[in-house]
């Protein structure tokens, strides 16, 4: 039985060198995978998923009006090939419409996805695609990492514009290790505080 996972972590997790070892496996025992990444993020290049330690693979764009179920629909019934699993990179800049077609991918037509993703943003709120991937996930696993200042474990995220810390803004912005840092709930409120 197919299942909806939400795989989450902060910035410098590994969550994109995770889909990378996960589509890799299946495809060492010759089974097929999708899988997907926003279109907004190209900091890696357009239609890739990119970890920060080098390794790339292509990746199919999603749009807001993308529609996940009739794209995977539409391919595994394509070429005749049955899709083992669908994966999804930056899961939390999924609509909740996304969410709810990745839903019916598991319930509809037996294929499990894997959602990988932040929980929450540089303000500590949740973002839409995580929130309902929160909601609609049959399983929840957190990777972790650890926080940038100290050896906790890393919950949140600080973005920087110019060097300085900053709470405030657009929810979305894309960026790298010079725009965000993973910290732990203490060191982010120290942050905002004047005492890092």
């Known amino acids: ?3 909806l996972y939400f795989k989450y972590g902060t910035m410098n997790s590994g969550k994109s060198i995770e889909i990378i070892k ?19 993020d190209t900091r890696i290049g357009a239609n890739l998923v990119g970890s920060r330690t080098g390794l790339t693979r292509p990746a199919i764009p999603v749009e807001p ?6 794209r995977v629909r539409r391919e595994q019934s394509g070429d005749g090939q049955r899709i083992s699993c669908v994966l999804v990179d930056e899961a939390q800049f999924l609509n909740k419409r996304q969410v709810l077609e990745l839903t019916w991918i598991v319930d509809e037509l037996d294929i499990p996805v ?6 929450n943003d540089f303000r500590n709120e949740l973002f839409e695609g995580s929130y309902n991937l929160l909601v609609n996930a049959d399983k929840i ?3 972790k990492t ?3 200042h100290c050896d906790r474990k890393a919950t949140m995220v600080v ?11 657009d929810q979305i912005m894309i960026g790298g290790n010079e725009d965000y840092k993973p910290v732990c709930r203490s060191c982010y409120r120290k942050t905002f505080q004047g005492g890092l």
């Open 1 to 3: 039985m197919a299942h």
């Open 22 to 40: 996960v589509a890799h496996n299946y495809e060492e025992q010759g089974k097929r995978v999708l899988l997907f990444t926003p279109a907004i």
């Open 65 to 70: 009006d993308t529609d996940l179920f009739e």
């Open 114 to 119: 894997m959602a990988f993703g932040l929980k």
């Open 141 to 143: 696993e957190e990777i």
């Open 146 to 148: 650890i926080c940038w």
């Open 159 to 169: 973005r920087s514009v110019n060097g300085v810390p900053v709470n405030e803004g």
